[in-house]
T-cell receptor, first 110, second 112 residues
């Protein structure tokens, strides 16, 4: 069966520090991969998606970037975090139509 | 045109009652409509989904009703239970990348 791993679960980072969140999927090949952000009490906003290795599409211009160095690995990065980057970051994967989410990373920028 | 509008924002239902959450979309390119259930601090979990060529889909106590002409779809939770208390999101996807556009969420509270 397919599983998605996302870490860390929580992260507190100072303003201006770098960020690297990693997501890996097991049990499937060539999945579509996604990064979403969820502000407190709000809906999910699509940040990036990838249909293959090295292929990244950005939905919202911002302080973040994404990379897909391997088929089942998706990384969300920032060179310098802003206070507004705080939120709940979710990685997801899909092969056909259904998307499945990881357990998320709660990022607090202080 | 990319938005999915969801209502109500919050819903309180007595145990055993019916919970109804509604969503509407504008973009006719959407071709897949899932519902997700999210508990605090957890990632959303796929609950049930429907395609626009079907008007209704039922899985256990959960039913999606879909009205293609009105561009609306809804989630019905029959015999609601306190364990159903969570935030529910409707979504719509399109295109080869299947990226999802989410509604704003409904916080459901089922009173015992």
């Amino acid at each position: 069966s397919q599983t998605i791993h996302q870490w860390p679960a929580t992260l507190v980072q100072p303003v201006g520090s770098p960020l690297s969140l990693e997501c890996t999927v097991e049990g499937t090949s060539n999945p579509n991969l996604y990064w979403y952000r969820q502000a407190a009490g709000r809906g999910l906003q699509l940040l990036f998606y990838s249909v293959g290795i090295g292929q990244i599409s950005s939905e919202v211009p911002q302080n973040l970037s994404a990379s897909r160095p391997q088929d089942r690995q998706f990384i969300l990065s920032s060179k310098k975090l802003l206070l507004s980057d705080s939120g709940f970051y979710l990685c997801a994967w899909s092969v056909l139509s259904s998307a499945f989410f990881g357990q998320g990373t709660r990022l607090t920028v202080v | 045109q990319q938005q999915v509008k969801q209502s109500p924002q919050s819903l309180i239902v007595q145990k055993g009652g019916i919970s109804i959450i509604n969503c509407a979309y504008e973009n006719t390119a959407f071709d897949y409509f899932p519902w997700y259930q999210q508990f605090p601090g957890k990632g959303p979990a796929l609950l049930i989904a429907i395609r626009p060529d079907v008007s209704e889909k039922k899985e256990g106590r959960f039913t999606i009703s879909f009205n293609k002409s009105a561009k609306q779809f809804s989630l019905h939770i029959m015999d609601s239970q306190p364990g159903d208390s969570a935030t529910y999101f409707c979504a719509a996807s399109r295109g080869s990348a299947r990226q999802l556009t989410f509604g704003s969420g409904t916080q459901l509270t089922v009173l015992p």
